[in-house]
């Protein structure tokens, strides 16, 4: 649960990410009420392969690399998200997810997730095209 003021700081942050991008106010703040933000060292490992998952992650600050072991898999940057995949099919985290400079996120529990993506067909939408996005691109890197 975050303090006042950070709340208010996520309520400003929000809009900054484009998969929010499509909601009111009063939507962000309903958002914001279920929310954390937590701040990870550079080298710090946010979510581990295998790990039951709790959470969803926006970027707000800094950048992570989704790693299977020593192979990097994406890097991710301000803005985007991570963490939907273990959610959306109830099984273990698929990757790592470790910061590779100090990264500041937001968090939503796993029921929160499920609420935001239930009442926005927009924002489904949008998280359903970047995972095609993420699985052109290993596509890509696996033909290469
Ligand atoms: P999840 O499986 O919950 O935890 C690890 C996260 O890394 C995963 O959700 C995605 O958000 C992300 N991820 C896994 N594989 C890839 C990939 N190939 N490209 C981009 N992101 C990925």
Redesign the pocket.
């Known amino acids: 649960m975050l303090s006042d003021s950070d709340k208010k700081l996520v309520v400003s942050m929000l809009p900054q990410v484009p998969l929010f991008a499509s909601m009111d106010k009063k939507a962000l703040n309903t958002v914001a009420n279920s929310a954390g933000k937590k701040t990870y060292k550079s080298g710090e490992a946010i979510?581990k392969?295998g790990d039951k998952?709790l959470s969803?992650?926006l970027i707000m600050e800094g950048n992570v690399e989704?790693r299977?072991g020593k192979r990097v898999?994406?890097t991710?940057g301000k803005g985007q998200?991570?963490?939907?995949?273990?959610?959306l099919d109830e099984?273990?985290?698929?990757?790592?997810?470790i910061a590779t400079s100090d990264t500041t996120c937001v968090l939503l529990t796993s029921w929160a997730f499920a609420g935001v993506m239930a009442g926005n067909p927009d924002i489904s939408k949008v998280i359903i095209k970047e995972l095609v996005r993420?699985?052109r691109?290993?596509d890509k890197t696996l033909a290469e």
Do not use: H, K
């Not at 099984?91 to 997810?97: C, I, K, Y």
């Open positions: 979510a392969e998952a969803f992650f989704v299977r898999l994406a991710l998200f991570f963490g939907e995949m273990a959610l099984q273990p985290r698929s990757a790592d997810v993420r699985l691109e290993t």
